[in-house]
């Protein structure tokens, strides 16, 4: 039986039809996509190259005029300059002469790594231990679900501070395979993958996975067919997979996609903390903007709305697959 039935993939493109929202957030976050899976090719800079002769250089179109103080001859003279945007950084520079637009490409490649990579772990675990709970129910459910509820007790930023304090920023380097093959010289050669930061978030965010698939799986524990399969000799890992698993996906699937925006913001945050264990990542260029935005906004705004940009369409894709998957939801507005 596949994960998601024809009658399953039937309603994700009506709803997507009808659903405006639905297609600006899925344009976002394929777009995001693309962007960070193609970065050697569309980044016009190397990221991480410094040119301090063009620090702060404001978005295109943009001129930014500061006063400063010199002494002249013996007297303290004030002295005007000005910096003008030009189209060879079209989102301006960091204090250091980074290309911002470089940086906000190469910086959604970190975030969508962590995004996809800790929720995956935490669907896996938290689909498993869910399911092991409600399908055996009794002792079995009740000890799995009160470790559920330890965790649940502490804030996923509070534990994964304190793991990053254990074990470090363990980063793990991915190679490019766009660099290797020669179609990118000059860019980074591998995308860095801060682990010690995915563990963390995983750690803590297994446990909402782990409660959807236990309600999930007591209500499809009692379906007659699962009683069937149970009566014809069929083991219990066998009518998991085959039958429970299944079943329970919908709802794991849409609370799985809309994890991903909280653990970017989460891994936004410990970036701007300073434990992103990679220097390209939108925290840490939002962490580096604060010194400057006084005098130069966008190296903080840049990498902030790309979070908002991420964030937003993974919500909207989320409300798409709830509207298409929830067989309870009345549909008739939505073309509103």
Excluded: C
């Excluded at 009658?7 to 297609?23: F, G, H, M």
């Excluded at 910096?83 to 490409?105: C, E």
């Excluded at 998991?240 to 329970?248: T, Y």
């Amino acid at each position: 039986m596949g994960v998601l039935s024809p009658r399953t993939v039937s309603n994700l493109r009506r709803e997507l039809a009808a659903s405006l929202i639905a297609k600006v957030g899925l344009l976002l976050v394929v777009f995001i996509l693309l962007m960070a899976i193609f970065a050697p090719l569309v980044a016009p800079y190397n990221p991480s190259v410094q040119d301090t002769s063009r620090a702060q250089l404001p978005p295109v179109g943009m001129t930014v005029s500061e006063s400063s103080t010199t002494l002249v001859d013996g007297e303290i003279t004030e002295v005007e300059s000005t910096r003008s945007g030009t189209w060879a950084h079209p989102l301006g520079t960091d204090g250091l002469g980074r290309d911002m637009l470089s940086r906000a490409i190469y910086g959604a490649r970190t975030s969508l790594l962590v995004g996809l990579a800790a929720m995956l772990i935490s669907t896996v675990v938290g689909t498993a231990v869910g399911l092991t709970a409600g399908y055996y129910g009794g002792r079995v459910d009740d000890t799995m679900m009160r470790g559920v509820d330890v965790i649940l007790a502490f804030p996923s930023l509070i534990v994964s501070l304190s793991l990053i304090g254990v074990f470090g920023n363990v980063a793990i380097n991915i190679p490019d395979p766009i660099v290797a093959l020669g179609f990118a010289d000059g860019m980074p050669s591998s995308a860095i993958l801060p682990a010690t930061i995915t563990i963390a978030i995983a750690s803590t965010g297994w446990v909402w996975i782990a409660r959807i698939a236990r309600g999930e799986a007591i209500s499809v524990a009692n379906e007659d067919y699962v009683r069937a399969a149970r009566t014809t000799g069929l083991s219990d890992v066998r009518t998991i997979f085959r039958h429970v698993l299944p079943n329970s996906m919908t709802a794991i699937i849409v609370l799985a996609t809309i994890q991903i925006a909280t653990i970017i913001i989460i891994e936004s945050s410990l970036s701007f903390l300073g434990f992103s264990g990679t220097t390209l990542s939108w925290g840490f260029d939002i962490a580096q903007g604060r010194d400057y935005l006084a005098t130069s906004w966008w190296i903080a705004t840049v990498p902030g709305v790309m979070i908002v940009l991420a964030v937003v369409g993974i919500n909207l894709i989320g409300d798409w697959l709830r509207d298409a998957l929830d067989p309870g939801i009345d549909r008739g507005g939505a073309n509103s």
